[in-house]
């Protein structure tokens, strides 16, 4: 069973209601002094980097739910280069790294391994970027969700080619500048009507769990991988991670820029069984996507020389569409009933 | 056992009896016989514990034996043509990762144009992945080697591909001694990984390795593959105690001793090959064979003990190096290093093309009477191709050459 608390946590700013006023079993994984810290300090990521944080939680949260029995296949980019110069690593639990589009594949074939060997309590956790998930890795994806082999897959999403200077990738989000987005021309940055929701693609293959967290809902984030690691199965967890160098986000903003993706609505956070969406996140507090693109300056061309209000607007209509989609206003529009 | 059997289901078999714990597979002619038996024995439970996975791609299949590899199950796949070049990133990958997967290549042609028949374009492509490439002589060949490629992948921590020519022997029916599963336990221990990942025990596999180490990584792989040199005769030597007859090791002479002509191959045409040489032999040409069974590591020293006495070596060549000519031939040249010896490279068998013991006498003849040309492509039609040539010279718009050969084909029947 999972040891992840039922109740909905949020983050409210303050440490007020911390850890500390939780009993053992409510308490964060990471307040526990004798977590696994699966991926340690001393890491090579850049300051306020959001993956090197998902990667974090999400596999000390891993270990804790399976006994500290877990095999980490790690997809070729940033948390693999960072992590691991050679003779160096920074990951204390196994670890095996073999390409950029393969990742579902290798760690299909360790979960296959192990089931030849009997080995039911060694788990199998996949990892990469949106890159090495959503573009060249997702023909192995697809079979691994296709033939529902018993890994828990997680795309640490920051939305572009981070590791190779910043190209755009099928996650990156439309109008945003990359290197191979520029912001030049009529249409600036990325085109609009291009891109791919991976969590939407996973769900079609009916995989018993589908979710989508951001860096800015820690605990929540704990509590998928806890559930996720309570099933059998194919598993897909899409973490938002922030990339300041990408984004052109100041290193300290990295989650408040995770947390407003979700509060604009750009973001869908929700889980999904058996390809139905089953839970979402609702957003308390909706704020306007302009609040969530002026701090980064891979936007910054929709707001100088002059405003670009029609493109900003298009976007609003993403997020409010999304709102619509996974009915992310509902408890809202209770409480002020 | 001996049966009457199709080669591919003797190598089934033969890998059954390896108790290979994962086998991932996707299908491609000519090796679908191999990998449809071995799905049938795993789900009939004749092979257990065994994982046979259906992925997606080749590419697949050698990802997740990487991935069954690492993690300590002994793993097989099989491939060919296409699906190997679709692999090549993976089979790099797994060489460098020093794992020891065993996969069976039905050798074949690579397009375009599109053909399904043999030829060993597509192994050839993959001589400096760092994967050890032994090839077999015949159907039983094919299966001895299997047991023999694990043991030899498992002792130096490196993957083996066995290359069996497509059709000509995966296809073939004949007299096949299947080993018994008693034999191949006694000859294959199970599998102990060097390197495994466990929780008890973790490791990080596959680091990121700059300039400082990556020259030693790469070298301490060739210095594997050296020690594979000794390997390979020695486990074909243990081989041939055990199960009774020879198959394997590094390279097969025939009728070399006393030769002015040797002829080098790799796979099946050897059999035909010797026929030849026999019918020359026995009109008094001092004319012999040699057949390569370690393409990869190369046995420099074997072949050059065999070759240096010769007068001349023509090496017949089951793939094309686009631009120079031959590719065994090179390494041949290498061995023969400061011997002076006319060599000639002889372009044979193309895309399942037949090589006819008439071919062969044919050109035989020409290399014993010295008017064998440095480069020959056998059989090949001189008249359509320079009536293609020509149209190409006329006209910049020609047409796919392929679609106006067989064109022209169809026009001389």
């Given at each position: 069973?999972?040891a992840?608390?039922?109740v909905?946590?949020?983050?409210?700013?303050?440490?007020?209601?911390?850890?500390?006023?939780?009993?053992?079993?409510?308490?964060?994984d990471?307040?526990?002094?004798?977590?696994?810290?699966?991926?340690?300090?001393g890491?090579?990521?850049?300051q306020?980097?959001g993956?090197?944080?998902?990667?974090?939680?999400?596999?000390?949260?891993?270990?804790?739910?399976?006994?500290?029995k877990?095999i980490?296949?790690?997809?070729?980019?940033?948390?693999?280069?960072?992590?691991?110069?050679?003779p160096e690593?920074s990951?204390?639990?196994p670890?095996?790294?073999?390409?950029?589009?393969?990742?579902?594949?290798?760690?299909?074939?360790?979960?296959?391994?192990?089931?030849?060997?009997?080995?039911?309590?060694?788990?199998v956790?996949?990892?990469?970027?949106?890159?090495?998930?959503?573009?060249?890795?997702?023909?192995?994806?697809?079979?691994?969700?296709?033939?529902?082999?018993?890994?828990?897959?997680?795309?640490?999403?920051?939305?572009?080619?981070?590791?190779t200077?910043?190209?755009?990738?099928?996650a990156?989000?439309?109008t945003?500048?990359?290197?191979?987005?520029?912001?030049?021309g009529?249409q600036?940055?990325?085109?609009?009507?291009?891109?791919?929701?991976?969590p939407?693609?996973?769900?079609?293959?009916?995989?018993?769990?589908?979710?989508?967290?951001?860096?800015?809902g820690?605990?929540?984030?704990?509590?998928?991988?806890?559930?996720?690691?309570?099933?059998?199965?194919?598993?897909?967890?899409?973490?938002?991670?922030?990339?300041p160098?990408?984004?052109?986000?100041?290193?300290?903003d990295?989650?408040?820029?995770?947390?407003?993706?979700?509060?604009?609505?750009?973001?869908?956070?929700f889980?999904?069984?058996?390809g139905?969406?089953?839970?979402?996140?609702?957003?308390?507090?909706?704020v306007?996507?302009?609040?969530?693109?002026?701090?980064?300056?891979?936007?910054a061309?929709?707001?100088t020389?002059?405003?670009?209000?029609?493109?900003?607007?298009?976007?609003?209509?993403v997020?409010?569409?999304?709102?619509?989609?996974?009915?992310?206003?509902?408890?809202?529009?209770?409480?002020?009933? | 056992?001996l049966?009457?059997?199709?080669g591919?289901?003797?190598?089934?078999?033969?890998?059954?009896?390896?108790?290979?714990?994962?086998?991932?597979?996707?299908?491609?002619?000519?090796?679908?016989?191999?990998?449809?038996?071995?799905?049938?024995?795993?789900?009939?439970?004749?092979?257990?514990?065994?994982?046979?996975?259906n992925?997606?791609?080749?590419f697949?299949?050698?990802?997740?034996?990487?991935?069954?590899?690492?993690?300590?199950?002994?793993?097989y796949t099989?491939?060919?043509?296409q699906?190997?070049?679709?692999?090549?990133?993976?089979?790099?990958?797994?060489?460098?990762l020093?794992?020891?997967?065993?996969?069976?290549?039905?050798?074949?042609?690579?397009?375009?144009?599109i053909?399904?028949?043999?030829?060993h374009?597509?192994?050839?492509?993959?001589?400096?992945?760092?994967?050890?490439q032994?090839?077999?002589?015949?159907?039983?060949?094919?299966?001895?080697?299997h047991?023999?490629?694990?043991?030899?992948?498992?002792?130096?921590?490196?993957p083996?591909?066995?290359?069996?020519?497509?059709?000509?022997?995966?296809?073939?029916?004949?007299r096949?001694?299947?080993?018994?599963?008693?034999?191949?336990?006694?000859?294959?221990?199970?599998?102990?990984?060097?390197?495994?990942?466990?929780?008890?025990?973790?490791?990080?596999?596959?680091?990121?390795v700059g300039?400082?180490?990556?020259?030693?990584v790469?070298?301490?792989?060739?210095?594997?593959?050296?020690?594979?040199?000794?390997a390979?005769?020695?486990?074909?030597?243990?081989?041939?105690?055990a199960?009774?007859?020879?198959?394997?090791?590094?390279?097969?002479?025939?009728?070399?001793?006393?030769?002015?002509?040797?002829?080098?191959?790799?796979?099946s045409?050897?059999?035909?090959?010797c026929d030849?040489?026999?019918?020359?032999r026995?009109?008094?040409v001092?004319?012999?064979?040699?057949?390569?069974?370690?393409?990869?590591?190369?046995?420099?020293?074997?072949?050059?003990?065999?070759?240096?006495?010769?007068?001349?070596?023509?090496?017949?060549?089951?793939?094309?190096?686009v631009?120079?000519?031959?590719i065994?031939?090179?390494?041949?040249?290498?061995?023969?290093s400061?011997?002076?010896l006319?060599?000639?490279?002889?372009?044979?068998?193309?895309?399942?093309?037949?090589?006819?013991k008439?071919?062969?006498?044919?050109?035989?003849?020409?290399?014993?009477?010295?008017?064998?040309?440095?480069?020959?492509?056998?059989?090949?039609?001189?008249e359509?191709?320079?009536?293609e040539?020509?149209?190409?010279?006329?006209?910049?718009?020609?047409?796919?050459s392929a679609e106006?050969?067989l064109?022209?084909?169809?026009?001389?029947?």
């Open positions: 069973m999972s992840a608390p039922q909905k946590f949020y983050q409210v700013g303050s440490f007020a209601a911390g850890n500390r006023l939780l009993g053992p079993e409510a308490q964060s990471q307040a526990d002094p004798g977590r696994s810290n699966a991926l340690t300090c890491h090579r990521a850049c306020g980097c993956e090197a944080l998902g990667a974090r939680y999400a596999l000390d949260a891993a270990q804790r739910a399976a006994g500290g877990v980490a296949v790690n997809a070729t980019g940033c948390l693999e280069v960072f992590s691991t110069p050679y690593t990951w204390q639990l670890w095996l790294h073999s390409l950029f589009g393969n990742a579902p594949a290798v760690a299909a074939g360790v979960a296959a391994a192990l089931r030849a060997k009997g080995r039911t309590d060694v788990r956790v996949g990892q990469g970027g949106d890159g090495g998930t959503v573009d060249i890795g997702l023909g192995c994806l697809s079979g691994m969700f296709e033939r529902n082999d018993d890994v828990l897959y997680i795309c640490y999403d920051n939305e572009a080619y981070m590791n200077g910043v190209q755009r990738s099928g990156t989000p439309a945003a500048r990359t290197a191979t987005t520029q912001a030049v009529e600036p940055g990325a085109p609009f009507g291009q891109g791919k929701s991976l939407l693609i996973a769900m079609a293959h009916e995989i018993p769990y589908v979710a989508t967290a951001t860096v800015a820690l605990r929540d984030l704990e509590a998928k991988v806890h559930r996720a690691m309570g099933m059998r199965g194919a598993r897909y967890l899409h973490v938002l991670v922030p990339c160098l990408g984004w052109g986000t100041a290193s300290h990295t989650v408040r820029i995770a947390r407003l993706a979700e509060q604009t609505g750009l973001f869908p956070v889980e999904a069984t058996g139905v969406v089953t839970d979402v996140t609702p957003i308390r507090r909706r306007p996507v302009e609040e969530y693109l002026r701090p980064q300056k891979r936007y061309h929709l707001f020389p002059e405003p670009r209000t029609d493109v900003i607007a298009r976007l609003q209509r997020a409010d569409r999304n709102i619509a989609r996974f009915g992310l206003l509902a408890q809202e529009e209770e409480v002020s009933s | 056992m049966k009457q059997t199709e591919s289901r003797a190598v089934a078999e033969t890998v059954a009896y390896c108790r290979p714990e994962v086998i991932a597979a996707y299908p491609i002619s000519p090796q679908t016989h191999i990998v449809e038996e071995l799905s049938r024995l795993v789900k009939s439970g004749a092979l257990k514990p065994c994982e046979y996975v992925v997606e791609s080749e697949a299949a050698m990802s997740m034996c990487i991935g069954a590899s690492a993690a300590g199950a002994r793993t099989a491939t060919a043509s699906g190997l070049l679709y692999m090549v990133e993976a089979l790099y990958n797994a060489s460098g020093g794992l020891p997967i065993v996969m069976t290549v039905a050798n074949r042609a690579i397009g375009a144009p053909n399904i028949w043999n030829d374009s597509d192994t050839m492509s993959q001589r400096d992945s760092g994967w050890i032994l090839y077999a002589r015949d159907n039983q060949e094919a299966a001895d080697l047991p023999q490629a694990f043991r030899l992948a498992e002792e130096l921590s490196l083996v591909m066995v290359c069996m020519d497509g059709f000509v022997l995966t296809h073939a029916w004949e096949i001694e299947v080993p018994e599963q008693t034999q191949v336990d006694a000859f294959l221990p199970p599998y102990e990984p060097r390197q495994v990942l466990d929780p008890d025990e973790p490791v990080s596999i596959g680091a990121m300039p400082d180490a990556f020259t030693e790469r070298y301490l792989a060739h210095a594997k593959q050296m020690q594979a040199l000794e390979i005769p020695r486990i074909a030597e243990e081989f041939r105690e199960f009774g007859r020879s198959s394997g090791g590094l390279v097969h002479p025939y009728a070399c001793e006393d030769a002015e002509t040797i002829v080098v191959v790799l796979g045409v050897f059999g035909t090959v030849v040489v026999d019918e020359m026995e009109r008094g001092r004319i012999g064979a040699l057949a390569i069974t370690s393409f990869r590591p190369f046995p420099l020293e074997a072949v050059r003990t065999v070759l240096g006495g010769a007068r001349q070596v023509v090496v017949l060549e089951r793939a094309l190096a631009g120079i000519g031959g065994v031939s090179a390494n041949v040249r290498t061995a023969l400061g011997i002076q006319a060599g000639h490279t002889v372009v044979a068998g193309l895309g399942g093309r037949p090589i006819t008439e071919s062969l006498h044919r050109l035989f003849d020409d290399a014993v009477a010295g008017r064998l040309e440095q480069l020959t492509f056998l059989d090949l039609n001189t359509l191709v320079e009536r040539l020509a149209r190409m010279a006329k006209t910049r718009r020609s047409g796919p106006n050969i064109r022209d084909v169809g026009s001389n029947r």
